[in-house]
């Protein structure tokens, strides 16, 4: 663990030996710790990250995840694929829906530190994320046309709401690899910074935002998705519906009574 404040985590999220995850306060720090092999996901490190993000302590507001070593993820185990039946191929990509569902739609925002190869499945468990913190040595590639396969682990489905079904079209048929800071243009990422100062990056992000009111961050990232998938009359009722139900929350009324009484910062531009 680079960051001394946190402490290694105990119960099952100890027991999770290709994850190295360690708790400071309210934020947790999940690193993939498979560095030999570029931190590939075989399906025991995907069934573990699936557990991790079903068992966060109550305290955690917020999750930062990296990867050890050189890179953040080199995507699907390719030793493990061997001669999959279809209908293995259909549990194995469930499998990863399930455990990147329990990302995007867990209980709490995950921010993602990225360096390196972010390819394949790597892509799409950082897409899985809320927030994608950048580094310098940042390279984004789709190379499942390249091996003869297709995503599964929910790149179709998340990929192109960030960047558009053509980019990734291209990314597939061409091999196109974008660097870090084609990836930020693009939105692949929302931070570009420099190399060794993503994860404090991550960090300071997933501290800002556990001090929101919980019940606000779970509005983003449960109701925000899904109002997208919507057509605009349903979305707008959603969202009346989820307006109505943080604003009667306590947090909320106690953040408004700070603020009309001097007690909350204003907005400005850090
Ligand atoms: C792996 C994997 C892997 C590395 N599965 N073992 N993903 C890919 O097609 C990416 C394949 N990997 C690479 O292109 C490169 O390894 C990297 C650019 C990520 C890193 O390069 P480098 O020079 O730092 O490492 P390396 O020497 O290539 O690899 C080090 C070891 O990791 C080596 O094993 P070793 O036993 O010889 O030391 C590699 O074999 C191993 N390794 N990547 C297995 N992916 C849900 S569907 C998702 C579909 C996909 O993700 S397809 C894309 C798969």
Redesign the pocket.
Known sequence: MTLPAFVPATGVLATLDLLQIGVDGDVAHLRLARP???N??NDALVRQLHTAFVNWPAAVRAVVISGEG??FC??????ELGERSTFEGVAH?RM?HAAMDAIQFGPVPVVAALHG?V????L?LASACHIRVAEASTFYGL??GQ?G?F???G?SARVPRLIGAARMTDMMLTGRVLDADEGQAVGLSHYRVADGEGVAKAVALARRIAANAPLSNFAVIQALPRIADLSQSDGLFVESLMAAIAQGDEAAKQRMRDFLEGRAGKVAKA
Request: net charge neutral; proline share 3%; hydrophobic share 35%.
């Open positions: 030999d092999k570029r590939a996901l050189r890179h080199a995507g699907l185990d390719l030793s990509s990863w190869a390819v394949g499945g790597g799409e190379p499942e091996r396969l995503v599964g682990g790149g």
